[in-house]
């Protein structure tokens, strides 16, 4: 038998053999590598591709709007805490537009970036709207790329031109381990029956492309920071979960209360929505 040997599509080493094969789209038999260098696990060439994206969201992505909200509220607190949150901001690959409608009503001033799929929820704040009237090279503080890297083919390109747009990249994907390789049916996250997840990562994969991109890296569980702004602390250990979510909301909403509570008066932040103002500009852009 003639061993096919493809290269790693981030770091090029060449991998001799699959790890596994799997069904994807319940009809084609494909093959997962996995690099013995950077780690990175990957499908043979996608050649499936336009048939997964005949709907470009998924039909099982029912966590997609919950998904949103828990994100948003992470953003904005690392945005908070480590960012310039009076400068503009972009979702690549924002689908929908749902979030970046969410972060505009919070006050952010976020914009959409998505090639493939129908903006529905943050029309005329997409980055095509502005194109011939702001330099778009470095232009954000932060880039956000939500359940966007396993669908990469190219990722270190793709990553790299992100950085195009920002020096901060806040994106989420599971990663793998050890136990789910092997078999498909062994981790959700393989999704073979969409065949649209074909990029998978671990730890070591995403510290290869920090060095490849001389960037730093921080992770928090399966939310990730590329950057190139320099912190003496992990920015997403203080992204604050569950209770301390909810704490932060009350920060905002009850702000001159507690700042007599804290003695902080530096730590609370006041950001108007930008909904109000967001619907007089689509008015005037709709010519009602």
Request: charged letters at 25%.
């Amino acid at each position: 038998m003639i061993r096919k040997e493809i290269s790693c599509p981030i770091c090029k080493t060449s991998v001799l053999s699959p790890l596994f094969n799997g069904k994807i789209l319940n009809k084609y038999d494909v093959s997962y590598y996995k690099c013995g260098h950077c780690k990175f696990l990957f499908t043979e060439e996608a050649y499936w591709f336009n048939e997964s994206y005949s709907t470009v969201i998924a039909n099982t992505d029912i966590g997609l709007i919950n998904r949103n909200l828990f994100l948003s509220k992470i953003t904005r607190d690392l945005i908070n805490r480590n960012f310039d949150y009076r400068r503009k901001f972009l979702d690549y690959a924002g689908g929908y537009g749902m979030f970046v409608r969410i972060m505009r009503d919070e006050g952010y001033d976020f914009y959409r970036q998505d090639k493939y799929c129908e903006n529905m929820f943050a029309k005329f704040f997409d980055i095509s709207d502005f194109e011939k009237e702001i330099n778009l090279n470095k232009h954000f503080e932060l880039l956000t790329a939500f359940e966007v890297f396993e669908h990469l083919k190219d990722p270190l390109d793709e990553i790299s031109n992100m950085f195009s747009y920002s020096d901060s990249i806040l994106f989420t994907t599971e990663m793998y381990k050890e136990e789910y390789l092997g078999n498909t049916k062994n981790w959700w996250y393989f999704s073979p029956a969409t065949g649209q997840h074909i990029s998978f990562y671990s730890k070591e994969t995403f510290e290869y492309i920090s060095r490849e991109l001389s960037c730093s890296y921080y992770n928090d569980q399966n939310i990730h920071l590329l950057t190139y702004k320099k912190f003496t602390h992990n920015p997403l250990s203080q992204t604050r979960r569950n209770d301390n979510i909810f704490y932060s909301s009350v920060r905002r909403a009850c702000g001159k209360i507690l700042q007599l509570l804290d003695g902080k008066p530096e730590n609370i932040i006041t950001i108007k929505g930008k909904l109000p103002d967001d619907f007089e500009y689509v008015k005037k852009k709709n010519k009602l």
